[in-house]
């Protein structure tokens, strides 16, 4: 006979009991079934596990070792059990989540993170910071799980996309700029004659177009001066002098030295959406629960 759980789980509870006819009851199975599978135990190890009294059982010094091994290996046996459906569950693992340089700016994206960790601590979180083809990349290689991305439009088929919001964009401008001094909103046919710093169009193009689209309803194409990789950069050439910039308005939330924002006004304006992103086919429970507090975070950040 080879030993399986349920020997263990027999032994286990006659031994508990000291007492057959009540460990019967507990394991809901007839006393002599019990008697018999307890005797084919002992057979298999070769030793006496219990001296049988007039009131029960009590345990030999073998059926006490072998009682410390028994739990343990019940305990393991559960453990496994539980972890793999703690698993299933979403409650355990991994999850990287990526964002563009920009979107985490923006409340909904620590909410969404804060949200989801507070309900799921045993799962391990890491945030990545990539540029948007690279997210895309990490998305397709699996190194990312889900990102939050600021594209209008995907080619990719293979990816789900979900429109979370779409925040009006501002304008950067250097505390010496002409019109620093305006405290009211600026029309964007103001800037027509400014040299316009944007995102590098090879990675992120998706600021460039909405730029350049609302500048040319506007009446004009905007002179094009540097590019630069991340928003930090940029803004960094705004405080320079070296031109302005049309951010989100997330952005503003940045308290940076040498730059005031000011909102745009008129029937033209452009506009960042913040998208949640995924493979299509993924069933993995941990990035289905993290969607979901997103969409909660989202609930929430509309109500204020």
């Known amino acids: ?21 009540r460990a019967a009851e507990k394991l809901g199975m007839q006393q002599p079934p019990l008697s018999q599978r307890i005797r084919l135990i002992e057979d298999k190890l070769g030793a006496r596990l219990f001296l049988r009294r007039a009131r029960g059982v009590e345990l030999t010094r073998e059926g006490r070792v072998f009682l410390e091994i028994a739990r343990s290996l019940l305990s393991q046996h559960e453990g496994a059990f539980e972890a793999v459906r703690r698993a299933a569950r979403g409650q355990t693992g991994r999850l990287c989540v990526g964002a563009t340089p920009t979107s985490v700016f923006h409340p909904i994206v620590p909410l969404s993170i804060r949200s989801f960790r507070d309900e799921f601590p045993q799962v391990r979180l890491t ?26 439009r995907y080619e990719e088929g293979w990816l789900s996309v979900r429109r979370l919001l779409t925040e009006p964009m501002i304008v950067a401008l250097p505390t010496g700029h002409r019109l620093a001094c305006v405290t009211k909103a600026i029309a964007l046919r103001d800037l027509e004659r400014e040299s316009f710093i944007i995102f590098a169009r090879q990675t992120g193009p998706a600021f460039f177009e909405a730029t350049n689209a609302a500048c040319r309803q506007a009446g004009f194409s905007p002179t094009i001066g540097q590019e630069a990789p991340r928003i930090t950069s940029a803004l960094n050439l705004v405080a320079a002098g070296f031109g302005i910039c049309v951010v989100p308005f997330s952005v503003s939330r940045m308290d940076m030295e040498g730059i005031v924002f000011r909102q745009l006004k008129g029937p033209v304006r452009p506009t960042a959406p913040i998208n949640i992103v995924s493979r299509r086919n993924d069933s993995a429970a941990v990035v289905r629960n993290f969607l979901i507090r997103v969409q909660k975070a989202k609930a929430a950040a509309n109500q204020k």
């Open 127 to 152: 945030l990545e910071e990539r540029l948007p083809a690279d997210l895309i990349k990490g998305l397709r290689d699996e190194s990312i799980d889900v990102a939050f991305l600021r594209a209008e």
């Open 1 to 21: 006979m080879t030993l399986e759980i349920r020997h263990f789980r027999y032994f286990v509870a006659v031994a508990e009991e000291g007492h057959i006819t």
